[in-house]
């Protein structure tokens, strides 16, 4: 399965101006394969000093 991009928020994100807060509500409406990624890449970070 793929991620479903709207139009509007591909062309922000062509141009750098895709919020966190774009990206996560995307991310969570993805499969829930991509979901565990973000959110375990996410928890790795807070981890790091």
Do not use: C, H, I, N
Not at 28 to 47: C, E, F, H, K, L
């Amino acid at each position: 399965m793929s991620l479903a991009v709207p139009a509007v928020l591909l062309g922000k994100a062509e141009s750098g101006d895709v919020t966190a807060t774009e990206f996560v509500d995307r991310a969570r409406q993805s499969p829930p394969y991509a979901w565990g990624v973000v959110s375990q890449d996410a928890a790795a970070t807070r981890r790091e000093p």
